[in-house]
């Protein structure tokens, strides 16, 4: 069964930017430029009747496209010995809006459950689970000006993570082009 999740591609000069960034953090496992997204809804391991469903459902998404900019990076827990390294958003407010239209759109969809977590919009740069606290620190100081070119998404994704022993690879199962609720 795949796993699934609905996420924004993020464009090339972005990606190349979190490239740059991605070392002097020793013990680091660096996510990849192949790997980097924004993840709007985890859906985890579905059955092709709820993957059908779920491109159905997104179909029928209505949110209007929105600028998005990178800002800053942060890690997760946000208490406690740190796991992974992100880089977050400049403003929000859209992508969690979006988020909540992705939720709607799935709650139609019999097999998915709603995700308990709080929703954090960010990009994961690493998993940090093996570095040492101090260095993770310093990275989070030396990187805290992070600041991406804003782009356009008028485009969200539906991706399926399949598991390996060098890690995890996407491949985008479905597009949704976002478009303004109709008045």
Aim: charged share 25%; aromatic share 8%; net charge neutral.
């Amino acid at each position: 069964m795949p796993r699934l999740f609905v996420g924004i591609d993020l464009p090339t000069a972005v990606d190349d930017h979190l490239e740059l960034m991605s070392h002097g953090l020793f013990g680091a496992r660096w996510e990849g430029r192949d790997k980097f997204h924004l993840t709007l809804r985890f859906l985890g391991e579905v059955d092709g009747r709820v993957h059908r469903a779920t491109i159905d459902a997104l179909q029928e998404l209505e949110s209007p496209p929105f600028s998005l900019q990178l800002k800053g990076v942060g890690v997760f827990p946000p208490r406690g010995l740190p796991g992974s390294v992100w880089a977050g958003v400049a403003e929000p407010g859209p992508v969690t809006q979006l988020r909540h239209r992705v939720d709607a759109c799935l709650r139609q969809v019999d097999g998915i459950e709603p995700d308990p977590r709080k929703f954090a919009p960010h990009v994961t740069i690493a998993r940090v689970g093996d570095c040492a606290v101090e260095d993770v620190m310093g990275y989070l100081g030396a990187h805290a000006l992070l600041r991406s070119e804003a782009f356009p998404v008028e485009r969200i994704f539906l991706f399926s993570s399949v598991r390996s022993p060098k890690g995890s690879s996407y491949r985008i199962e479905a597009g949704f082009r976002l478009r303004a609720p109709a008045v």
